[in-house]
């Protein structure tokens, strides 16, 4: 979007932030607690945290508060929080076979080894509108919380092995073959140039637009699926 000349100057400015605040709490009902928010709105804290490249989920809490819920504008408010601080320490690579599983779907195979779990997720919820969250209280969140939570035991995550070990072991793949080692581009420290490295490419689709990644996601699959289509 272009910028244009606004008449009125830095007080013309000064009087549409007043705007915006008064947008914000013009209601007469109480203000969110930034604690409530980065509570009861995990997605919302987790994809503007992703899109806005800094882990801090009070500070993520806070700006969308700040935005009253504009993630797109939230992500602006954390990549330039995340530009003036300084960098303190580099994630390892993880191995997922150590990860703590609480979702674990294949869309490829029906019976993975360890199973299909399901987690949290509306995958299979009507999405139908629940409208006795409009009369919620704090009673019937306790009572849910005391009957959810009886009986669940610790059992730690059980073990769920590869499946692309799985496939190499039975010669169904490939092993790899040895990359020189290269140095990792960091996106925020410099320029994005072409072609660019994996490193890049991949930190540049983990910080994307969550609606934008979705979109590429399923032309991507609807693309595969034609082209099985036309292979059978």
Not at 21 to 40: A, N, P, T
Not at 54 to 68: G, I
Request: aromatic share 8%; with cysteine.
């Amino acid at each position: 979007m272009g910028c244009v000349a606004v008449r009125g100057g830095l007080k013309a400015i000064e009087n549409a932030e007043r705007l915006v605040r008064y947008f914000r709490v013009k209601g007469d009902s109480w203000s969110l607690e930034v604690k409530q928010i980065r509570e009861q709105f995990r997605l919302a804290v987790d994809q503007v945290m992703a899109e806005g490249s800094l882990y801090a989920p009070l500070y993520a809490a806070a700006a969308l508060k700040q935005a009253e819920g504009d993630t797109i504008e939230v992500s602006f408010i954390l990549r330039a929080l995340r530009s003036s601080l300084p960098r303190n320490h580099y994630a390892v690579v993880a191995d997922t076979r150590e990860m703590e599983i609480i979702r674990r779907i294949s869309a490829t195979f029906k019976d993975i080894p360890g199973g299909q779990i399901l987690g949290p997720t509306r995958d299979y919820t009507q999405r139908l509108l629940d409208f006795s969250l409009m009369e919620e209280g704090s009673s019937e969140i306790q009572k849910f919380k005391d009957e959810f939570l009886t009986g669940l035991g610790d059992d730690d995550s059980p073990d769920f092995p590869k499946i692309v070990e799985m496939l190499r072991r039975e010669g169904l793949l490939e092993e790899p073959p040895p990359k020189p080692d290269e140095p990792l581009v960091d996106i925020t420290r410099e320029a994005l140039k072409f072609l660019a490295p994996r490193s890049a490419r991949l930190q540049v689709l983990a910080r994307g637009e969550t609606g934008g990644m979705l979109a590429i996601a399923y032309s991507v699959d609807f693309l595969s699926s034609r082209i099985r289509n036309a292979i059978i």
